[in-house]
């Protein structure tokens, strides 16, 4: 069964850090374009973060991409997002994403909330 679990959110103050986490399970990541997504009360989900299977070429939405890193670790089937510099505006549940055979794959998504 293709599973993504995410895990490592929580609530940090603005400026902090978190590292999400991403175990893929049915399958090998290392042959799957993985992505980072979040949805923020009261407003659609968005894309944040990408990650091809051939040469590991990252792409970022404009609102993150000098503070999130997205990486995999292939042995270990997971995939991770670094969040830096977070800000309120960061306040969302994330969800890793990949696409398994035409079919959309959707974690459970882990919270993230940035507050003083």
């Known amino acids: 069964q293709v599973q993504l679990v995410e895990s490592g959110g929580g609530l940090v103050q603005p400026g902090g850090s978190l590292r999400l986490s991403c175990a893929a399970s049915?399958?090998?990541?290392?042959?799957?374009?993985m992505s980072w997504y979040r949805q923020a009360p009261g407003k659609e989900r968005e894309w944040v973060a990408g990650?091809?299977?051939?040469?590991?070429?990252?792409n970022y939405a404009e609102s993150v991409k000098t503070r999130f890193t997205i990486s995999r670790d292939n042995r270990k089937n997971a995939v991770y997002l670094q969040m830096n510099s977070l800000t309120p505006e960061d306040t969302a549940v994330y969800y890793c994403?990949?696409?398994?055979?035409?079919?959309?794959?959707w974690g459970q998504g882990t919270q993230v909330t940035v507050s003083s």
């Open positions: 990650m091809s299977s051939v040469g590991g070429t990252t």
């Open positions: 994403k990949t696409t398994r055979r035409g079919h959309d794959v």
């Open positions: 049915g399958f090998s990541i290392g042959g799957s374009f």
